[in-house]
């Protein structure tokens, strides 16, 4: 009887589910077949959209369906895309007013906003007023002058940790760029903005090395955890979730959902110990002997609570806010960045007139005296910065520069843009003076420093599109210039 019971239920049940799936295929096509303005695009299937089309990368994707449908056309990735492929069509979008009815990039859903917890102050933030203040509270941070000059200082510092185990490392072995220069970024910005070394670059060394391992202190060891497993996953899992339908990640793909759950969780509560331990320190310190850095000045205004001065109260964040803020400006910067550097470097060995005049540049700015180095020879890297801007331009970082829009807008009759590596508009890439000056800092030391050779000269740049464009390639041999 009981049997009975239990197999009549489970009928019961698989109706229930037949019948909802049934509705939710038949709401799904009449909303699709009654979309306003509808515009070509290939046919989506429920859940997925068209993601059960991509081949190989999204670069791929897009641009076949550009081929077959267009300047102007619609994907569902898995929801309703438009795409707009001439610069002639975006000025709309890309206002850099208020009034624009594009201030948002893109919407989130759940279970991103979960994973990106860690981002939503500025880059991906759709709530205007609050972007607006961390965005302001980030130019204000990143243009001061103090900030400029001690990143610079860091480079350099971190430059030299970097040509230490490349010597110990030897000649012959390979250097992939992009792999390094993830972790010498983050090696960099951490160090900048809260004046820790977490030592993730010597790490990486001790992975490669079959000689001695550098020692690194337990605690130091202790307080980076995580952070590796951040930087190699970091894109992938930005890209599965802007495009794994939420229902998927929660059920078939629960298992990747909750790894790259554990790892953002885990990389942010890196910047929460670093917060912990600098609160102990100015508990403990003299308040003359305080470090100026990027976290001091958060931290201070959040500790000053007697006698509180109207610009405190302006920047007052919660240890919590301060530790996503910072997560922030270091993690928008290492992927860009690094993928940008590598790609440089690859293309200025392809390229050998580049090469020369970029070699003959250096002569000029540095004559033969390595350490005639300064901050202010940056603005004479004319060629270098040029470089910089073809290679962003023929291998860009982002595919698509996202808006959401909410209010009926025709977007037609445009005006003409067409450097969008950073974007455009509000949303423009606020660290696009720092990403050159960063580039522009690295490439020079590299080639100042060394004779750069491609592992691979003959075969094409190898990249993937994935939530940044990765590249694969970067593989060199680098010889000490002054070992001749
Ligand atoms: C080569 C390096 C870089 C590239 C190619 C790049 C590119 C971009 C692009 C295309 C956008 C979207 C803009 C739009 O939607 O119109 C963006 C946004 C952003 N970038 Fe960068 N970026 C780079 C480096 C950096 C650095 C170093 C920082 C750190 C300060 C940074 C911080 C941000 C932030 C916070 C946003 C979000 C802006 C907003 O939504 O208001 N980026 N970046």
């Known amino acids: 009887m009981a049997f009975n019971l239990d197999f009549l239920l489970s009928i019961k049940l698989f109706e229930i589910l037949t019948l909802t799936f049934l509705y939710y295929i038949f709401h799904f096509y009449f909303n699709y077949y009654t979309r306003k303005n509808p515009l070509p695009g290939p046919f989506p299937l429920p859940i997925i959209g068209n993601l059960y089309l991509i081949r190989g990368d999204l670069f791929d994707f897009i641009q076949k369906n550009h081929q077959q449908y267009g300047d102007l056309f619609e994907l569902w990735v898995p929801n309703r895309n438009i795409y707009f492929n001439n610069v002639n069509q975006i000025g709309k979008l890309t206002q850099p007013n208020t009034k624009s009815s594009f201030t948002t990039q893109m919407k989130l859903t759940k279970i991103f906003q979960e994973y990106i917890q860690t981002f939503g ?193 302006s920047i007052r964040l919660s240890d919590q806010e301060i530790s996503i803020f910072l997560f922030e400006i270091i993690n928008t910067s290492i992927l860009t960045t690094s993928n940008t550097f590598a790609f440089t470097v690859e293309h200025i060995e392809r390229n050998k007139k580049v090469k020369e005049k970029l070699l003959e540049e250096l002569k000029t700015v540095f004559g033969d005296d390595k350490n005639n180095i300064s901050f202010y020879k940056l603005s004479q890297l004319k060629y270098i910065e040029a470089v910089i801007y073809e290679t962003l331009r023929v291998t860009p970082q982002t595919l698509t520069i996202i808006r959401t829009n909410n209010k009926e807008v025709d977007v037609s009759n445009i005006k003409k843009n067409s450097n969008l590596s950073f974007g455009t508009g509000l949303r423009i890439c606020p660290g696009r003076f720092q990403a050159i000056n960063m580039l522009k800092t690295l490439i020079f030391l590299l080639y100042l420093n060394y004779h750069v050779e491609l592992v691979d000269p003959h075969s094409p740049i190898k990249n993937e599109f994935t939530f940044v464009n990765i590249c694969l390639s970067g593989k060199v041999y680098v010889r000490p210039r002054n070992a001749e």
């Open 121 to 313: 102050f500025i880059i991906l933030n759709d709530d205007y007023e609050s972007w607006r203040y961390y965005r302001k509270l980030l130019e204000q941070t990143i243009s001061n002058q103090s900030y400029q000059h001690s990143l610079f200082d860091v480079i350099l510092e971190c430059f030299g940790e970097i040509q230490g185990h490349w010597k110990k490392l030897g000649a012959e072995h390979v250097i992939d760029i992009r792999e390094w220069a993830l972790r010498l970024l983050f090696d960099i910005l951490i160090r900048t903005t809260t004046g820790e070394n977490l030592f993730i670059m010597t790490k990486y060394f001790n992975h490669l090395t079959a000689g001695p391992k550098v020692h690194i202190a337990k605690e130091i060891d202790e307080m980076g955890e995580g952070i590796d497993q951040q930087l190699k996953n970091g894109a992938k899992a930005l890209f599965y979730f802007q495009y794994v339908p939420e229902v998927l990640a929660r059920t078939v793909f629960w298992w990747k959902t909750k790894k790259y759950l554990q790892i953002s969780k885990k990389a942010q509560s890196v910047y929460n110990k670093i917060i912990e331990k600098r609160k102990q320190e100015i508990r403990n310190e003299d308040s003359s002997n305080r470090k100026v850095d990027v976290l001091n000045l958060l931290l201070n205004a959040n500790l000053s609570d007697e006698n509180e001065s109207p610009s405190s109260k």
